[in-house]
């Protein structure tokens, strides 16, 4: 046993512990300090005070801990606690709120330094220290701001909550700030695990592709502890699961075939995590391995099928045309040509995928399980699981658990089909919580794309013509991958007006990981080439960056891209043109190197798609109101536009109100994707209560609302001007560069959101939307090698840019409301990248005059090298 102080007390915790973390977690209930990464201490997720300095607990041993003093947030003075979870609140230094308790203690660690020698803490030391902790919701500005309002003794005065338009708090921002809010891995620590409970480890892929001999589960099983080995044989229903295809295997049984290095052969269960886990690597597979096809280049023009029971290499094409291109081209005073290639990129989010699966007895008294999930659409994942169970739905409730992050890679499941196997085969509750190293190889990463394209100008700089052929990495399973495909050749041409325009995207099937849905969602790709397509044509016509993209921005009545008439909401691309034009005329009568990006995004699914949304308001006799909709919790705060939505529409107190989602309900409108959450979170639940309000608000009833976009158009339904999306986003971001360095110095955002639910959260999704789309244009990436191994296995390997590289950002709101839709709304999440790249790039071209053509621009190890392609 080992012996330490703990908050004050004196606990015993067993040596046998592989550190510090899992002694305080899995054996002693504190569940303040999470598990990122653990024991590769690379995310700080799990800081805590050993001996009063701020210590990452899963690199700390057992051996180190005998005799120390340990202190977690559970254990500061409750004033102190307090202090620290509002002054977080207040200055919106969190959205999921998984990595904040770990940096709350770093900045305890850092502040009672800094008091002890007499001196104020300064914030580029905060910055500096904070260089152990990954954010990858807030881009680390109001973090910082918040650790210098505690420097300077502020008193935090947080906004009340209101209606749409005010900057309250966040839903749980105290609660989240102080790690008291469970996330999935959390629960049941604190207050006793259920009886019986049990761990599932899983058993990867040793080769992208290669046939499947046998699975010698007999040494996973002769391990004390160890209750039952599954394999796919062990599955009573469907094999396969999807979101659009149903292709994806829950696991490769003995004769079948991997094809991917996340494909799973086992499921091991055990009394505890450690113990699976070492179980799951005693799995012997006798298997004979194959071509790997990692490059889409060299895939699309193979013989033989890479992916396994699926026939052909093309997933999908998408493919639209307006007018006589090569006529306008070769019509046209300047032309350029230039292949674009971007890389493929890993979410990052903080949180690893956990799944908590419960038996228990369904409504019709069968045997039925409740589902703990963190997925960002919790009816697809009961319906595939009582599929992959072979059962009806109304046996499986699955619970949301607010996430710690997602950004689009937790769509798919990842382990909620083999935790819920694993506890309707035991008849116990079963809990599986992804390694780092696991979540890395299993789900879905941003599509590497390559794109050619050509465009023309006239002499005044006003396009003419656009054509462009896309190439984009899928890997083996769909995911989503035909639709950000379709979505980049829908955005292929930015917000800008062009008479001709020609374009193909093709999704291709490799043995790459698995590629889906991040945030931007192919729009960022395509408008990285359209923007440094139309940079080069304004060198060429001797004009600005500003004025060729004043020339040819959208406005309403113009014809856009696939041949969509846009609306009113347009005014929002010229609004933030206009926005950053002081700050780049004064940008360039300094001297400074500068580039501009303007940028559009759809918000909601579109494309032909009957998107649904309901919502139910329900009062109860305690006086609380129950606000439930189908929205995912991932940090964006849909749970705070639900409520604040409720407070506009019922005028009542924001602290009665539960916001709530369980599948108890039939309220499922697919993914939380596309920003399409608050459009239409906002529209059900307004719908709702206004339903309640025209009868009397009883209590006892369901007042259900509905909100839905059912009139838009397909690429290929052959209509002349289709409409392809009800609502857009629209975004402007000027890059300016410190002369000397060459370093991004400060990013203005202008961001059209149309109406900002919470002004406040609103500008957070900027700030951390520009974090993410700095380390998207210069540093980040996820290469794999010629066998489609990943050449990035851990946090730090994958260049996300730490808080003390992170520029000033002054965000700009823009609020030009979008006709028809709720309040106005836009959304903001997902355009809050796509001009980002290519404003980097026109800086540093302003900077050394070299046009860069492919991501990230400085950091060549992590781009893509695939086959010569030109799309022609």
């Not at 935090?156 to 105290?174: D, H, N, T, W």
């Not at 700030?177 to 892929?205: I, M, N, Q």
């Not at 999704?507 to 395509?526: D, E, K, Y």
């Not at 600005?544 to 856009?560: A, Y």
Request: proline share 4%; glycine share 12%; with cysteine.
């Amino acid at each position: 046993m080992t012996t330490f102080d703990l908050n004050g007390g004196t606990v015993e915790a067993s040596a046998d512990h592989p550190h510090l973390l899992a002694a305080l977690r899995d054996e002693l209930g504190v569940i303040s300090p999470k598990d990122g990464c653990s024991p590769s201490g690379q995310c700080g997720c799990c800081t805590v005070l050993v001996d009063g300095k701020a210590r990452v607990s899963c690199q700390t041993s057992m051996d180190k801990a005998e005799g120390a003093s340990i202190t977690t947030l559970e254990g500061l003075d409750e004033d102190e606690r307090q202090r620290y979870a509002m002054t977080f609140a207040a200055h919106g230094a969190l959205q999921c709120g998984f990595c904040t308790p770990g940096i709350v203690m770093r900045a305890k660690a850092l502040l009672d330094k800094a008091a002890a020698k007499g001196k104020v803490l300064e914030r580029d030391d905060a910055a500096r220290h904070l260089g152990a902790h990954l954010c990858r919701c807030t881009g680390y500005v109001k973090i910082l701001d918040a650790v210098e309002s505690l420097a300077a003794g502020e008193v935090p005065v947080a906004l009340p909550r209101g209606g749409v338009g005010s900057s309250g708090i966040k839903v749980e921002a105290c609660e989240l700030s102080l790690g008291d809010r469970p996330y999935v891995d959390d629960l049941f620590l604190k207050d006793g695990h259920p009886d019986g409970l049990l761990h599932a480890a899983l058993t990867l892929a040793d080769h992208a592709r290669a046939d499947i001999v046998r699975i010698d589960t007999t040494a996973a099983e002769a391990v004390d502890g160890v209750h039952r080995v599954l394999t796919a044989a062990d599955i009573p229903g469907a094999r396969r699961v999807g979101i659009i295809h149903t292709d994806w295997p829950v696991m490769i049984p003995e004769g079948g075939r991997t094809s991917y290095l996340g494909d799973v052969l086992a499921v091991v269960v055990a009394d505890d995590r450690e113990t699976a886990r070492r179980a799951a690597a005693l799995v012997a597979v006798e298997q004979v391995p194959l071509t790997v096809y990692s490059d889409p280049v060299v895939a699309v023009a193979a013989d033989e099928d890479a992916v396994w029971e699926l026939d052909g290499n093309v997933l999908s094409v998408s493919t639209y045309a307006r007018g006589d291109v090569e006529a306008a081209l070769a019509g046209s005073a300047h032309v350029v040509e230039e292949v674009f290639q971007t890389q493929r990129i890993e979410h990052a989010f903080v949180e690893p995928e956990s799944t908590l699966a419960v038996p228990v007895e369904s409504d019709t008294g069968e045997a039925g399980l409740y589902v703990y999930s963190g997925g960002q659409g919790v009816w697809d994942d009961r319906n595939q699981i009582a599929s992959v169970l072979d059962v009806d739905t109304s046996r499986i409730t699955v619970e949301l658990v607010s996430n710690g992050g997602a950004f689009g890679g937790k769509e798919d499941m990842s382990n909620q089909a083999h935790a819920a196997l694993a506890a309707w085969v035991t008849g116990r509750p079963v809990k599986c919580t992804l390694s780092r190293e696991e979540s890395l190889l299993m789900h879905p990463k941003r599509h590497p794309i390559r794109m050619a394209y050509r465009a023309g100008c006239d002499a005044d700089g006003v396009l003419t013509g656009l054509w462009a052929r896309m190439i984009g990495d899928s890997g083996p399973y769909a995911s989503v991958g035909m639709k950000v495909l379709e979505r980049a050749a829908g955005h292929a041409s930015g917000p800008y007006v062009l008479p001709t325009i020609d374009v193909e995207a093709t999704a291709v099937r490799t043995n790459s990981p698995v590629c889906g849905a991040f945030r931007g969602f192919g729009a960022n790709q395509a408008q990285f080439a359209m923007e440094g397509v139309l940079d080069r044509l304004a060198e060429k016509a001797g004009i600005s960056g500003w004025e060729i993209r004043s020339r040819n921005v959208i406005s309403p009545g113009v014809v856009w891209g696939p041949g969509q008439i846009m609306d009113d909401g347009c005014l929002g691309a010229r609004a933030c043109l206009d926005e950053v034009k002081d700050a780049y005329d004064e940008a360039v009568a300094d001297g400074r190197p500068v580039g501009l990006g303007l940028g559009l995004k759809n918000s909601g699914l579109g494309n032909g798609f009957k998107e649904i949304a309901r919502a139910v308001v329900h009062f109860r006799d305690d006086g609380r109101v129950e606000v439930r909709h189908c929205w995912t919790e991932m940090g964006q705060g849909v749970h705070t536009v639900a409520l604040q939505v409720a407070v506009e529409e019922l005028g009542i107190n924001p602290e009665s109100i539960d916001v709530i989602v369980d599948t108890t309900r039939e309220l499922g409108a697919g993914q939380t994707t596309g920003s399409r959450g608050t459009l239409m979170g906002a529209g059900s639940v307004a719908d709702a209560c206004r339903n309640a309000l025209a009868d009397g608000c009883r209590t006892g009833v369901d007042y259900e609302g509905e909100y839905r976009v059912d009139w838009t158009n397909s690429l290929n339904d052959g209509v002349e001007n289709p409409i392809i999306h009800s609502t857009f986003g629209y975004a402007a971001q000027l890059v300016v560069l410190d002369p000397e360095t060459g370093d991004v110095d400060r990013v203005v955002a202008a961001h059209d959101v149309g109406r900002a639910v919470n002004p406040m959260l609103c500008e957070g999704q900027v700030e951390g939307a520009v974090h993410m789309g700095l380390g998207y244009a210069l540093t980040e990436g996820f290469p794999a090698d010629d066998e489609a191994r990943p050449r990035n296995d851990t946090l730090r390997s994958l260049g996300i840019i730490r808080p003390k590289d992170m520029p000033d950002v002054d965000v700009r709101l823009v609020e030009s409301p979008q006709p028809n839709a709720p309040y106005g709304i836009k959304g903001v999440g997902e355009i809050g990248l796509v001009p980002t790249a290519g404003a980097v790039a026109a800086a540093l071209h302003s900077h050394d005059g070299t046009w860069r053509h492919s991501l990230p621009m400085a950091a060549p190890d992590q781009q893509e090298h695939w086959a010569d392609w030109d799309g022609r």
